[in-house]
């Protein structure tokens, strides 16, 4: 605690003393719901035990990895959205393929361009396909199944295809359902009292580990060691998790509710795991903490007092990005986490999953349960059934058209932007909408287009140009994915965010195998369902459609927020 100011040091140890005096800690692992909200949070606490469960069968997972050694496979292309994506992209990120391993690629994404993009790299001969959803309905994990294994079965013929397809799901779901009647080469089972966000080291994790190679018996034993040192019988200024949360949630009470998440470069995968676990966790009933992911280090005038910086490093190589030091002189806590080697990855895991757990119990909410992802899904299918019915898809309300932009707003935030705006021009109505944007507020740039790397470079130009003008958070997210991880807190939230819409032109699209629709309109459908949602919601919004090309749209809609933001 010696990175905290006084002030906020002295308000964590009165809250460890009252966990202390309370029992708080027994009552966690015991699975007492009278620490969150009362409403059935014990159904979701086999993350706690699992590690010692899945130590037990290390065999089966070293004899995994040899498996695919001798197979010979290429590449493994995992299938899968949140849960079931992120922790595998941490294992392919920072690990990579051992010597005879195959190459691990994720897709969690509908975009058409995403797609091609994974499928132009493919040996389909020499892939095995992963398909991971722990509820088994996961549209994005369906409709990517449906195409590789048509696909696959082009190639190779339908049976050799089907021997080439892996499910990892809970039992008795609808994908458990679809192995057996396909035929699928395995289906692991995932355990049902554990959440997708808390799944990093059960099988959703664990089986892509082990096909890359990871000593998955090391990995667990890592994070067994930091299970050990959460017990109840550890002291609890002790106890790092129970410390970690009582400092994320106390710095969030005292107006420090933004995690802004920094990573030496090999670490770096690890922030979108951290984005999914505290946004989908915290971000409900009004409350949350919001995390911020990817933003560059800035000087400490760009950031206001709202933020709590954390910094992953492995040592030896543990110095910290240039501006660090002088984000703690200037007041700002910076919590620093050293990792000895890759392996520690699996002591992190644990000890941010249980420190959420500890957040949850001090903002007051049920950590364990997204009631507002369902929605935008809804939204979707309905989205999707209006175009099967009439052949069109509904679009949100044009409010104005400047080039190949379309900017398109609900009918409180025209009437509001039109007030604000005072004429009738693209950087007129962003200088209005950036101008709502206040103290200790957020800015998200929400984007539905491939994620290429010259539009990641343009939309990280245009996050970090408002968080310098506008001294407020910002995060950037590629849909459908961010649906999945900080769609949650953006609705259930507080309501301190200001969105951008960005929706890009499919130049080449994709069909779906039997259905009557493409990747891209289902993009679009996600991109307007969660639109609608959100106008629901009372949030600060607008919406920009790239209709033409998409480096040349972004490229005006960065020119014109560098002019909004302009005095």
């Known amino acids: 605690m010696d990175a905290l100011p006084p002030t906020l040091a002295r308000a964590v140890c009165e809250t460890l003393a009252r966990w202390e005096r309370e029992r708080f800690v027994e009552r966690l692992w015991a699975g007492d719901v009278s620490l969150w909200t009362g409403d059935g949070e014990d159904r979701w606490l086999g993350w706690m035990h699992v590690v010692g469960q899945e130590r037990a069968r290390a065999r089966m997972f070293a004899a995994l990895g040899e498996s695919a050694r001798r197979a010979g496979w290429r590449q493994v292309l995992l299938l899968g959205m949140g849960g079931s994506s992120l922790a595998p992209e941490v294992f392919a990120r920072t ?46 994990s369906n409709l990517l199944l449906d195409y590789f294994l048509d696909r696959m079965k082009r190639e190779v013929g339908a049976e050799r295809a089907r021997g080439q397809v892996v499910a990892i ?291 990280q130009a245009i996050r970090h140009r408002v968080r310098d003008a506008r001294r407020v958070a910002t995060s950037l997210g590629f849909g459908p994915r961010f649906l999945h991880s900080t769609g949650q807190l953006h609705k259930g939230g507080p309501n301190t965010g200001v969105f951008l819409h960005v929706i890009g032109h499919d130049a080449e699209d994709r069909a779906i195998p039997g259905r009557p629709y493409t990747f891209g309109l289902i993009k679009r459908a996600q991109a307007y369902g969660d639109f609608a949602v959100l106008a629901e919601r009372g949030r600060c919004q607008l919406g920009v459609e790239i209709e033409g090309d998409v480096e040349a749209g972004l490229s005006r809609l960065q020119a014109a927020i560098e002019r909004a933001l302009t005095p």
């Open 95 to 140: 690990f990579g393929p051992t010597a005879g391993a195959p190459e691990l690629l994720i897709l969690d994404s509908l975009d058409p361009a995403d797609v091609r993009a994974i499928e132009e790299q493919l040996d389909l001969a020499r892939t095995l396909v992963i398909v991971s959803s722990k509820s088994g309905t996961t549209l994005e």
């Open 169 to 459: 799901t809970d039992p008795g779901s609808p994908l458990a359902e679809i192995a057996v009647r396909e035929g699928f080469r395995h289906c692991f089972y995932g355990i049902e009292t554990i959440g997708g966000r808390y799944s990093a080291l059960s099988v959703f994790g664990l089986i892509p580990a082990a096909l890359l190679g990871v000593d998955v018996e090391r990995l667990l034993g890592r994070a067994e060691q930091m299970v050990r040192r959460c017990h109840p019988d550890v002291p609890i200024v002790q106890n790092p998790a129970v410390v970690l949360g009582a400092i994320l949630g106390v710095s969030a009470h005292a107006g420090r509710d933004k995690i802004t998440v920094l990573a030496s470069p090999d670490l770096h995968p690890l922030g979108a795991w951290l984005e999914q676990l505290l946004a989908e966790s915290t971000g409900k009933g009004g409350r949350g903490v919001v995390p911020v992911e990817g933003e560059r280090v800035g000087p400490p005038e760009v950031y206001g007092s709202d933020r709590l910086f954390v910094w992953f490093s492995r040592e030896p190589d543990s110095s910290a990005p240039p501006h660090l030091e002088r984000l703690q002189d200037a007041g700002h806590p910076v919590l620093p986490f050293a990792l000895s080697d890759l392996y520690d990855l699996g002591a992190m895991f644990f000890l941010w999953e249980m420190a959420t757990a500890v957040l949850g119990s001090i903002l007051g909410v049920n950590p364990f349960d997204q009631p507002d992802v369902e929605a935008s899904k809804a939204k979707t299918r309905a989205l999707a059934r209006a175009y099967e019915e009439t052949g069109t898809l509904p679009k949100p309300e044009e409010i104005l058209r400047e080039g190949e932009l379309r900017l398109f707003a609900d009918a409180g935030n025209r009437r509001e932007l039109e007030a604000r705006a005072g004429e009738r021009s693209l950087s007129a109505y962003l200088r209005a909408h950036l101008g709502r944007l206040r103290e200790g507020e957020y800015f998200a740039l929400l984007a539905y287009l491939g994620r290429r790397r010259v539009h990641e470079e343009r939309l």
